[in-house]
């Protein structure tokens, strides 16, 4: 079965860190480009951060550039999302997204979703 | 990076076809045939419904139909049913290598 499970949230002080995890199964997860993105408590999905198959390729929304890093370990079959300097407006829920295609240049659809993991920043 | 303009809620009858719009800009929606549009029902993941546009990933029903006019893109759904009653986000490439979505529309099947 193809799968997407997200781990790692939590809640945590303004100006703290947290690392997000993703584990992939039921295909070849080297073979695709991976993304996170993210829903505020009612509100609409954000793209956060999206890499290709090889880490080669890598960007980020401007709302978390210079605080976010994205990572992969293909080995592992696992992304990450490190989070740093996290601030009030970054609560929400994150996803864990499969791309169609292994590059970031391109059709940028994301087919299989994980069920996400909660991120509340508060004091 | 400006979310991408979709009305806030569209609603239709069962068997009724119904147009959820999204606007962008050359820079996003016009400059690149890289438009999606997800299904999200309420505390569930959202699901891929269209990409490059107008094409269906296997799974999803023909009544689901996408096209693009200048930076315009929309999403039809044609013979409305009650499960069709969700969220619908467009997204699209950008001229920056990132991703922008819209805010979402609500779809009411009444």
């Known amino acids: 079965e193809v799968q997407l499970v997200e781990s790692g949230g939590g809640l945590v002080q303004p100006g703290r860190s947290l690392r997000l995890s993703c584990a992939a199964s039921?295909?070849?997860?080297?073979?695709?480009?991976m993304h996170w993105v993210r829903q505020a408590p009612g509100k609409g999905l954000e793209w956060v951060s999206g890499i290709s198959w090889n880490s080669g390729s890598i960007g980020y929304a401007d709302s978390v550039k210079g605080r976010f890093t994205i990572s992969r370990d293909n080995a592992k079959n696992s992304l990450y999302l490190q989070m740093n300097s996290l601030r009030a407006e970054d609560t929400a829920l994150y996803y864990c997204?499969?791309?169609?295609?292994?590059?970031?240049?391109?059709?940028?659809?994301?087919?299989?979703w994980g069920q996400g993991t909660m991120v509340t920043v508060s004091s | 990076q400006s979310a991408l303009t979709q009305p806030a809620s569209v609603s239709g009858s069962p068997g009724q076809s119904i147009t959820i719009s999204c606007t962008g800009t050359s820079s996003d929606v016009g400059g690149y045939n890289y438009v999606s549009w997800y299904q999200q029902h309420p505390g569930k993941a959202p699901k891929l419904m269209i990409y490059e546009v107008s094409n269906r990933p296997s799974g999803v029903p023909d009544r689901f139909s996408g096209s693009k006019s200048g930076n315009t893109a929309s999403l039809t759904i044609s013979g409305l049913q009650a499960e069709d009653e969700a969220d619908y986000y467009c997204s699209s490439y950008t001229s920056s290598s990132t991703v922008v979505f819209g805010g979402g529309t609500k779809l009411t099947v009444l």
């Open positions: 997204a499969k791309d169609l295609e292994p590059f970031r240049v391109g059709k940028n659809a994301f087919d299989i």
């Open positions: 039921g295909f070849t997860f080297d073979d695709y480009a």
